[in-house]
């Protein structure tokens, strides 16, 4: 299994940046997806999830209405989409996924993931 995140950079505060992440080796359908975050010196934080269907998704408070998560079941890859950023986003941006047996239901903790790219850093300049 291999995922792969990339779209991180440097912006502005007030900018935007699209993160994508390619899966393979996996059936994708069967996993719910999620985006993660880890800033210096902080725990590892979910910012966004989406179920296997794509219906349902989580956002942690810090990000509600300006990031936005979707997936592409027959492209095999998740998204997340930041706008408005802030300094305070600056982090190393995780995608992850998890075997799930609900298409619905939508995770947001660590251990319900079983799968972990290598992260792509987003720097908000202030």
């Known amino acids: 299994v291999q995922l792969q995140a990339f779209g991180g950079g440097l912006v502005q505060a007030g900018g935007y940046l699209r993160l994508s992440c390619a899966a393979s080796g996996l059936t994708f359908r069967n996993h719910a997806m999620a985006w993660f975050r880890q800033g210096p010196g902080e725990e590892r934080e979910c910012v966004a999830a989406?179920?296997?269907?794509?219906?349902?998704?989580y956002y942690a408070d810090s990000v509600k209405g300006r990031f936005t998560i979707s997936r592409d079941n027959a492209g095999n890859a998740a998204y997340l989409q930041m706008n408005s950023l802030k300094p305070e986003d600056t982090a190393v941006y995780y995608c992850?996924?998890?075997?799930?047996?609900?298409?619905?239901?939508?995770?947001?903790?660590?251990?319900?993931?079983?799968?972990w790219g290598r992260g792509t850093l987003v720097t908000v300049s202030s």
């Open positions: 992850a996924a998890g075997r799930a047996l609900s298409h619905n239901t939508v995770y947001y903790r660590r251990n319900e993931y079983d799968y």
């Open positions: 989406i179920s296997r269907s794509g219906e349902n998704t």
